[in-house]
Each structure stands twice: as C-alpha cells, then as structure tokens.
C-alpha cells in the first residue's frame, strides 16, 4: 500500500516496516498521484496515507503492555482510538537507456502514540522514521 508504512515500494518486498504487515485495528486513507512527468524518461509518484487505530484505548493496560507491541521483523502495529499516524512518499523514475532506470524512493511516516495509553513509548524510536532507497 505505501512504502514504509506497509511495504509496497518499489525497492522494498520483505524489509521492516513501521506499522507492521498487516493494517488489523485500523483505518487509513491513502491518496496516489501517479505518473507525474515534466521531463522525457523522468516519472514520479507521490503518495499520502493517513491512518488511525480502532483498538480499545484500555487494552494495553489491561494486557500489562509496557511498550508499543513489536516483533522480530518490526512493530505489530497496534493503533488505539487516540493513535494516529501519517505517510507521505516520492518515487523517482529515471529511464537511462533502454533496458536501464535508476529509481530513487523516498519515505516517511510520523507515528502519534498516546502518552496516556502507552506511557513512554509515544516518544520511542518508532515516532520518526524515514528511508531513501536507490535502485538500478
């Protein structure tokens, strides 16, 4: 769906991601403009996503979470009703020749977490995240 957030770049098939592999427990609207080009052999793509969790607030208290939940490859994602997160990627695509494109890919998501749910974690590793990836 998006480069970061859920996979789905062009670079990037198996990699972390921040909110995780599966979007469970939320909502999210993604906005795509496509195939933007001002120049010959030059595309882009710039893509918007915002996303908020449908999971009980109370749930991580009740679980005796201490941090926002996480597994070996990345967060499970687990957004509550007071958080929130939001997207925004470029893909640059230069055609070089005729069987050769560079491609560079650009990706940020800032995740909202709720300090009144998660105590601490909101401020956690997982709040700015970003990634630049080149291709040929």
């Given at each position: 769906m998006t480069a970061l957030g859920f996979g789905g770049g062009d670079m990037d098939s198996v990699t972390?991601?921040?909110?995780g592999h599966?979007?469970?427990?939320?909502?999210?609207v993604v906005a795509q403009i496509d195939d933007i080009s001002f120049i010959e052999d030059l595309s882009h793509v710039v893509?918007?996503?915002?996303?908020?969790?449908?999971?009980s607030?109370?749930?991580?208290?009740k679980a005796q979470?201490?941090?926002?939940?996480s597994r070996q490859d990345g967060p499970a994602a687990y957004l509550t009703t007071t958080d929130s997160s939001?997207?925004?990627?470029l893909v640059n695509r230069y055609k070089i020749y005729e069987n050769l494109q560079v491609g560079l890919e650009l990706a940020?998501?800032?995740?909202?977490?709720?300090g009144d749910t998660w105590h601490g974690a909101e401020d956690s590793h997982f709040k700015d995240n970003y990634r630049v990836s080149c291709s040929f």
């Open positions: 972390w991601k921040v909110l599966n979007p469970a427990g939320m909502v999210a893509r918007f996503g915002y996303y908020w969790g449908t999971n607030k109370e749930m991580p208290r979470m201490t941090t926002w939940p939001w997207e925004v990627n940020y998501v800032r995740l909202n977490l709720d």
